[in-house]
Structure formats: structure tokens, C-alpha cells
T-cell receptor, first 111, second 117 residues
Framework: LAKTTQPISMDSYEGQEVNITCSHN???????ITWYQQFPSQGPRFIIQ???TKVTNEVASLFIPADRKSSTLSLPRVSLSDTAVYYCLVVTNQAGTALIFGKGTTLSVSS | EAGVVQSPRYKIIEKKQPVAFWCNPISGHNTLYWYRQNLGQGPELLIRYENEEAVDDSQLPKDRFSAERLKGVDSTLKIQPAELGDSAVYLCASSPSTGVKSSTEAFFGQGTRLTVV
């Protein structure tokens, strides 16, 4: 399993763009990069996944360089409600593969 | 469509007592996970089911923890006897077994917060 490293915490203000970088030096060919978001007193929620280049959805963008050894989750114009823990996972593309979570990045957004 | 349903939401028990948590996954999801999450930590996988079969229980403390998934739908996680260190949030999740996101997108319940006193 590819190990991931991400910052423990980040602070931001409303309206700013937040970029959370995750390193995964040992990522394998069949691995996808997946990000989850967790609010207090709730279970994690899938927000985005990608294999290479750029992926964008209504919540975030995910940038993955050609060597795939890192990835950056980008949250545009954050609001107070984006305060949460963000987890970067590397998951093998095989049905039923277990999701292994690290400690994640605690993002605190202030007004 | 209903999401993953867990009960109870909160449970307070005295040490050495038994406790059980129940999970109803999303209909049609063959894969079911139980995780434990301690304060300030990420979820830790306890056991994973494919239908009725426990395919990964290497992290389940088998001396006091047990789980079952009868008929490949609902699941129950039990602790007997509970210890002070078992205080945590117990999360259940499910995912489909087919499709592009079958291995990456799991749907989590709200969890059961267990306090052992």
C-alpha cells in the first residue's frame, strides 16, 4: 500500500483558494488518488478521485503531475463550511480494496 | 435513497459490559466495512466483508471483538467485554463491488460514539 504524507493542519480565510498537497512516492500503476472530507460528528465523505492530470467536480479540483508521486486538492473560494478534515488516500483499482486512512489535514477556515 | 444507517448514535457503558453496533448498508452494496476512529485520528479499518464473507479481519482484536453479516446485508459489530480504551467512534461504510469507483468510493454512516466508563 502506498503511504501518503500530508500536512497536519492548514488555516485559511473565507474566499481564498486552498491547496492541500499530498505526497505518495510509492504509488503503483493500478492506484488511484482519492480524497475524502470529514466534518465533525460525521463519517468521511468521498469528494474526488483521479489517476493523472486534472480532475474537477462541483466541490474541488485535483491536480496530479505526470510522475503521480504527489497530488494537490484545490478548494476554490472556501467558506466557513469547508472547515473539515481532508484525507488523501491511494487506492488500488480493484473491487473491494480496503480504504486506508491516515491522520488527514485539518483545514480551519476563518471569517 | 437512504444512506448507510447505523445505530445507536451514542452508547455509554461501564467497562466489562458487552455492546453491539448495527449497520444497514446501502441497498445493493456488497462490500461492507467497519472502522474505528479515535479522537484526532483517521478511521482505522477493523473488518471488511464481501457479501457474507469476512475477507479482511486482520485488524480486528479477536479476543473481544466479533462481527457478523448474515445474508450479506446488515452487519453487527460486538465488543465483549468492553475496555476503557475501546471508547471511540465506530463507523460503518459500504461500497458497490463493480464499476469504476467500486474500490475508491465508500459511503459512510454517521457512526456510533462509544464511551466506556
Amino acid at each position: 500500500l502506498a503511504k501518503t504524507t500530508q500536512p497536519i493542519s492548514m488555516d485559511s480565510y473565507e474566499g481564498q483558494e486552498v491547496n492541500i498537497t499530498c505526497s505518495h512516492n510509492n504509488i503503483a500503476t493500478n492506484d488511484y488518488i482519492t480524497w475524502y472530507q470529514q466534518f465533525p460528528s460525521q463519517g468521511p465523505r468521498f469528494i474526488i478521485q483521479g489517476y493523472k492530470t486534472k480532475v474537477t467536480n462541483e466541490v474541488a479540483s485535483l491536480f496530479i503531475p505526470a510522475d503521480r508521486k504527489s497530488s494537490t486538492l484545490s478548494l476554490p473560494r472556501v467558506s466557513l463550511s469547508d472547515t473539515a478534515v481532508y484525507y488523501c488516500l491511494v487506492v488500488t483499482n480493484q473491487a473491494g480494496t480496503a480504504l486506508i486512512f491516515g491522520k488527514g489535514t485539518t483545514l480551519s477556515v476563518s471569517s | 435513497e437512504a444512506g448507510v444507517v447505523q445505530s445507536p448514535r451514542y452508547k455509554i457503558i461501564e467497562k466489562k459490559q458487552p455492546v453491539a453496533f448495527w449497520c444497514n448498508p446501502i441497498s445493493g452494496h456488497n462490500t461492507l466495512y467497519w472502522y474505528r476512529q479515535n479522537l484526532g485520528q483517521g478511521p482505522e479499518l477493523l473488518i471488511r466483508y464481501e457479501n457474507e464473507e469476512a475477507v479482511d479481519d486482520s485488524q480486528l482484536p479477536k479476543d473481544r471483538f466479533s462481527a457478523e453479516r448474515l445474508k450479506g446485508v446488515d452487519s453487527t459489530l460486538k465488543i465483549q467485554p468492553a475496555e476503557l480504551g475501546d471508547s471511540a467512534v465506530y463507523l460503518c461504510a459500504s461500497s458497490p463491488s463493480t464499476g469504476v469507483k467500486s474500490s475508491t468510493e465508500a459511503f459512510f454512516g454517521q457512526g456510533t460514539r462509544l464511551t466506556v466508563v
